[in-house]
């Protein structure tokens, strides 16, 4: 059972709709993330919030909003996306950002966009 | 920038066998991560090794890091079926941004009954 916990575990939505990605941790973790990985590829990232604040965005479209509400909890707030954006969307967490604190990962959100 | 490599990219086991996956950094490891991934579902974490020489065992799979720390190898000790999926090596990018882990490809394992 993973630490890490994401809702829904599927989606689909149309190009127009606003939808979001939830995602919740209870290991006191103080680093949050947001991936995104296609097929037969390695995650990508997207996003890092640290005591929550945003601390890494990689160039993300702005149809892709992230939140952190507290430092349980980590939101990605999606609005008219392209069917390229279609891909599991993955959260993780870790003690903190310095080196060697390994990410939890959850089990993921599998995204399809019509 | 530092790029992971992994070797071999699938591999197919019968079950019982023993087997190897490597994971080859163009640049000193400073933190080296394995993780295990099924298909369509999250990636668990496996191990984490920082020294060079390290071992680091967990059931029926080692892990090790070369001294020189630009290598990992990932071995398993008498497949089973429960060992299939895909093992994905991830390492810190010092210098870079904190948090931002680059990953290899991917090995796809699978094993035979």
């Known amino acids: 059972d993973t630490e890490v916990t994401q809702t829904p575990k599927h989606l689909v939505m149309g190009m127009t709709n606003k939808k979001s990605l939830k995602c919740e941790q209870h290991?006191?973790?103080?680093?949050m993330y947001w991936y995104k990985q296609k097929a037969k590829k390695p995650p990508e990232l997207m996003f890092v919030?640290?005591?929550?604040?945003?601390?890494i965005n990689e160039s993300v479209p702005s149809r892709f909003s992230p939140e952190c509400p507290n430092s349980s909890l980590l939101n990605l707030h999606l609005h008219a996306l392209q069917p390229e954006d279609s891909a599991l969307y993955l959260c993780?967490?870790?003690?903190?950002?310095?080196?060697?604190?390994?990410?939890?990962f959850g089990d993921g959100t599998r995204l399809s966009i019509l | 920038s530092q790029e992971l490599e992994q070797s071999p990219q699938s591999l197919i086991v019968q079950e019982g066998k023993n087997l190897t996956i490597n994971c080859t950094s163009s640049?000193?490891?400073?933190?080296l991560y394995w993780y295990k991934q099924k298909y369509g579902e999250g990636l668990i974490f496996l191990m984490m090794?920082?020294?060079?020489?390290e071992e680091k065992s967990h059931e029926k799979i080692t892990a090790k890091l070369d001294e020189k720390k630009q290598q990992s190898s990932l071995h398993i000790t008498a497949s089973q079926p429960s060992h299939a999926g895909i093992y994905l090596c991830?390492?810190?990018?010092?210098?870079?941004?904190?948090?931002?882990?680059?990953f290899g490809k991917g090995t796809k394992l699978s094993v035979k009954p």
């Open positions: 919030y640290s005591y929550e604040k945003l601390s």
């Open positions: 290991m006191g973790h103080r680093a």
């Open positions: 090794l920082q020294k060079g020489g």
């Open positions: 993780a967490s870790s003690q903190d950002l310095t080196i060697n604190q390994p990410q939890h």
């Open positions: 991830g390492a810190d990018t010092p210098g870079g941004s904190q948090g931002n882990l680059i």
């Open positions: 640049k000193t490891l400073y933190g």
